[in-house]
Protein backbone atom coordinates (compact mmCIF):
# COMPACT_ATOMS: atom_id res chain seq x y z
CA UNK A 1 0.00 0.00 0.00
CA UNK A 2 1.68 3.38 -0.58
CA UNK A 3 0.53 5.76 1.49
CA UNK A 4 1.21 9.49 0.23
CA UNK A 5 0.27 13.32 1.56
CA UNK A 6 -2.23 15.72 -0.18
CA UNK A 7 -0.14 19.08 0.07
CA UNK A 8 3.13 19.46 -0.01
CA UNK A 9 4.58 22.76 1.00
CA UNK A 10 8.12 22.94 -0.91
CA UNK A 11 9.03 21.11 -2.80
CA UNK A 12 9.54 17.35 -1.67
CA UNK A 13 7.12 14.56 -1.07
CA UNK A 14 7.96 10.91 0.88
CA UNK A 15 5.85 8.16 0.44
CA UNK A 16 5.90 4.77 2.30
CA UNK A 17 4.64 1.51 1.27
CA UNK A 18 4.10 -1.58 2.62
CA UNK A 19 7.09 -4.16 1.30
CA UNK A 20 6.87 -6.94 -0.78
CA UNK A 21 7.84 -10.18 0.53
CA UNK A 22 8.81 -11.94 -3.19
CA UNK A 23 11.95 -13.44 -2.24
CA UNK A 24 13.27 -12.42 -5.90
CA UNK A 25 12.40 -9.12 -4.81
CA UNK A 26 15.29 -7.02 -6.10
CA UNK A 27 13.27 -3.46 -5.71
CA UNK A 28 10.93 -0.75 -6.82
CA UNK A 29 10.10 1.71 -9.54
CA UNK A 30 8.39 5.01 -8.56
CA UNK A 31 7.08 6.48 -11.52
CA UNK A 32 5.47 9.81 -12.29
CA UNK A 33 3.82 12.61 -14.06
CA UNK A 34 3.47 16.04 -14.44
CA UNK A 35 -0.58 16.82 -14.37
CA UNK A 36 -3.60 14.59 -14.21
CA UNK A 37 -5.03 12.33 -16.66
CA UNK A 38 -5.70 8.55 -17.90
CA UNK A 39 -2.21 7.69 -18.95
CA UNK A 40 -1.34 4.21 -18.88
CA UNK A 41 2.25 4.35 -19.07
CA UNK A 42 4.51 7.02 -16.41
CA UNK A 43 7.42 8.28 -17.00
CA UNK A 44 9.44 11.24 -15.23
CA UNK A 45 8.78 14.73 -16.16
CA UNK A 46 9.76 17.96 -14.49
CA UNK A 47 12.04 17.02 -11.49
CA UNK A 48 15.77 17.56 -11.55
CA UNK A 49 17.94 14.93 -10.90
CA UNK A 50 21.23 15.58 -9.30
CA UNK A 51 23.67 16.23 -12.02
CA UNK A 52 20.52 19.30 -12.53
CA UNK A 53 19.09 17.48 -15.67
CA UNK A 54 15.04 17.41 -16.25
CA UNK A 55 15.22 13.30 -15.56
CA UNK A 56 12.50 11.59 -17.76
CA UNK A 57 12.71 7.84 -16.58
CA UNK A 58 11.17 6.27 -13.68
CA UNK A 59 12.74 6.63 -10.21
CA UNK A 60 14.85 2.88 -9.51
CA UNK A 61 14.83 2.15 -5.90
CA UNK A 62 17.44 -0.67 -5.96
CA UNK A 63 16.60 -1.94 -2.03
CA UNK A 64 14.28 -4.79 -1.71
CA UNK A 65 13.64 -3.85 2.30
CA UNK A 66 13.37 -0.20 1.24
CA UNK A 67 9.57 1.25 2.10
CA UNK A 68 10.11 4.70 1.96
CA UNK A 69 11.61 7.25 -0.57
CA UNK A 70 11.42 11.25 -1.05
CA UNK A 71 11.05 12.80 -3.93
CA UNK A 72 12.67 16.06 -4.19
CA UNK A 73 12.68 18.94 -6.89
CA UNK A 74 8.65 19.33 -7.45
CA UNK A 75 7.80 22.81 -8.79
CA UNK A 76 5.54 24.45 -7.04
CA UNK A 77 1.69 24.92 -7.93
CA UNK A 78 2.28 21.66 -10.17
CA UNK A 79 -0.07 18.50 -9.70
CA UNK A 80 2.05 15.01 -9.97
CA UNK A 81 0.79 11.62 -10.21
CA UNK A 82 2.99 8.85 -8.68
CA UNK A 83 2.75 5.02 -9.11
CA UNK A 84 4.98 2.18 -7.25
CA UNK A 85 5.75 -1.20 -8.69
CA UNK A 86 8.03 -3.67 -7.55
CA UNK A 87 10.64 -5.89 -9.81
CA UNK A 88 13.04 -8.81 -9.72
CA UNK A 89 14.95 -9.72 -12.60
CA UNK A 90 12.61 -11.31 -15.06
CA UNK A 91 9.00 -8.83 -14.67
CA UNK A 92 7.62 -5.97 -13.11
CA UNK A 93 4.28 -5.68 -11.13
CA UNK A 94 1.08 -3.60 -11.72
CA UNK A 95 1.09 -0.19 -10.43
CA UNK A 96 -0.12 0.56 -7.31
CA UNK A 97 -2.96 2.67 -7.05
CA UNK A 98 -2.27 6.27 -7.88
CA UNK A 99 -0.77 9.01 -5.44
CA UNK A 100 -1.78 12.54 -6.57
CA UNK A 101 0.08 15.37 -5.17
CA UNK A 102 -0.42 18.96 -5.28
CA UNK A 103 2.47 21.10 -4.38
CA UNK A 104 1.92 24.44 -2.74
CA UNK A 105 4.27 27.05 -2.81
CA UNK A 106 6.50 27.52 0.10
CA UNK A 107 4.04 29.88 2.59
CA UNK A 108 5.25 33.62 2.28
CA UNK A 109 6.67 35.82 4.80
CA UNK A 110 5.21 39.25 4.99
CA UNK A 111 7.00 40.96 7.32
CA UNK A 112 9.29 40.39 10.49
CA UNK A 113 9.30 42.77 13.25
CA UNK A 114 11.70 42.99 16.16
CA UNK A 115 11.05 45.04 19.38
Do not use: C, H
Amino acid sequence: MLSFPILSYGRDVSFSWTANSEPSLLGYNLYYMEGTGSVQEYNGTGLINETGQIDNSPIQIDNADAVTYTVTGLSPDKTYQFVLTAYDAEQQSDYSAIATVYSNPSPEILGITTK
